[in-house]
């Protein structure tokens, strides 16, 4: 597993301008804390090692070569997770790493570990992964081979991979991918406080790939002992993995808004309707809300794009925060956000409810980006935000006419009504008819014909 970090900012000249130096203290102090106790305690296991015999020394070189091919077949997979992957992403080189513990001592190992995650940061990595990121990432990489170097030796010293019970391999495992994780997850919550787990430790198929390449690091290792010459076969599988692992990222991309990381509007529309379609299950669709930033064609025309797209990222941020988990939130494009609210299947429902209901979530989210204040870096400083308005139309689902176009139709003309009364405004409506299906490509970006600015 890799370390994402927390944004930092170069100060001073030379050395007092690397990014490390940005961290916040606490941060920053266990961040050392952990590459110190990796510097020093592998300088005292290459002390104690025994020398490698010749044979050790050419399973050492076999990893090595086999390791670093895989360096050189998979970058341009590896660049690709690391632009469509953002600042999480697992090392799939634990196969060679997690290898190596199982036939040398641990401190060799690490040092084999070095060289393959310094190789692949070279060639794939960088332009995502600062030096000060990979320094730690292959300091928790270290400790995780010393660790279990040590289990090993404990357990069945001078044993060859063959030789071991599954048991105690199994158990290499654990410690291997504990101490890994458990290292970064720390970091990251020293970095963010009250993160998630899924923040801390990663998505489930990631930390699953994870569990795999270790898994076959100890079939490269287990063949490593009986033929070195296996493991070219090893090498096929593990780039077909690693192109398998593209896979999450791609529909992400497909997905997913680059300016706020919310659903694009294609993807919230087919959520949507399934949502609505869905007559079984534990939720349904209580009513959409569109939003529409006021005044934000200024902030473009005044301080540009790159400023426009720091407050797009913000109000996306709130509204994150002010729905529930099961909620759809979407950019339609422009400044213009979408919210499908869900509610429970088994709950009574009745449309003045459920129209106050809506009201209350909307003038929270008025509310919110009302009082959002935050700065954004630009060329001539700091760029305080401070005056941003939001203007929320509604509409609530029925029995009848409840159609997703038809719900975004009416919450549509509610949110001209709220932009007629003066923006900064909440206005909700009741679906009456059912709209034609072919409103709703009039109502998505870059479809129909181009509606009058609301701004």
């Not at 060639?123 to 600062?130: G, S, T």
């Not at 495992?173 to 970091?187: E, Y």
């Not at 493991?231 to 690693?242: G, H, K, R």
């Amino acid at each position: 597993m890799s370390f994402a970090g927390v944004a930092a900012r170069p100060r001073g000249r030379g050395v007092r301008r690397w990014l490390v130096w940005g961290m916040p203290p606490l941060l920053l102090g266990v961040v050392l804390l952990v590459e110190s106790a990796a510097a020093t305690l592998l300088a005292g296991g290459l002390v104690d090692a025994p020398f490698l015999s010749g044979d050790e020394l050419w399973e050492v070189a076999v990893l090595a070569l086999s390791g670093v091919a895989y360096g050189e077949l998979a970058v341009g997979v590896e660049r690709q997770r690391r632009r469509l992957g953002g600042l999480s992403h697992i090392d799939l080189s634990s196969v060679w790493t997690f290898a190596a513990v199982l036939v040398m001592p641990g401190a060799h190992a690490a040092l084999l570990a070095i060289v393959l995650m310094t190789h692949l940061w070279a060639r794939a990595w960088r332009p995502w992964v600062p030096p000060y990121r990979q320094v730690f990432s292959t300091a928790t990489v270290v400790l995780a081979c010393l660790c279990t170097g040590a289990l090993l030796d404990e357990m069945a010293p001078a044993s060859a991979p063959t030789e071991r019970p599954l048991w105690l391999v199994l158990a290499a495992m654990v410690v291997f991918m504990a101490v890994n994780t458990g290292l970064i997850a720390a970091v990251v919550a020293v970095s963010t406080p009250g993160a998630r787990p899924v923040t801390l430790f990663g998505p489930f198929d990631e930390n699953l790939l994870e569990v795999g390449m270790v898994c076959l690091g100890a079939l490269t290792a287990i063949s490593l002992a009986l033929n070195p010459a296996g493991l070219v076969l090893v090498l096929l599988p593990l780039y077909t993995a690693l192109r398998a692992a593209l896979i999450r990222p791609l529909e992400a991309a497909a997905s997913t808004d680059g300016k706020t990381g919310l659903l694009n509007a294609a993807a919230w529309v087919a959520e949507a309707e399934r949502t609505l379609a869905r007559t079984d299950g534990p939720v349904r669709a209580a009513g959409v809300l569109m939003l529409d930033l006021d005044h934000f064609k200024a902030i473009n025309d005044t301080y540009g794009h790159a400023v426009g797209d720091h407050v797009l990222s913000a109000v996306a941020a709130a509204l994150r925060g002010l729905v529930r988990a099961h909620d759809l939130v979407g950019r339609m494009g422009g400044e213009e956000f979408v919210v499908l609210l869900r509610r429970a299947a088994y709950a009574p429902r009745s449309v003045e409810l459920e129209s106050v209901e809506l009201e209350v979530v909307a003038e929270r989210i008025r509310a919110q980006v009302e009082a959002l204040r935050f700065e954004v870096p630009t060329l001539r400083g700091a760029l305080r935000i401070d005056t941003l308005t939001v203007s929320v139309g509604g509409a609530v689902a029925t029995g009848s006419g409840s159609d997703l176009a038809a719900l975004l139709q009416t919450a549509d003309t509610a949110l001209y009504a709220a932009k007629r009364a003066g923006r900064n405004a909440v206005r909700i409506s009741v679906v009456s008819a059912a709209v034609s299906a072919a409103s709703l490509a009039q109502l998505m970006p870059d479809h129909g014909p181009a509606e009058p600015a609301r701004d």
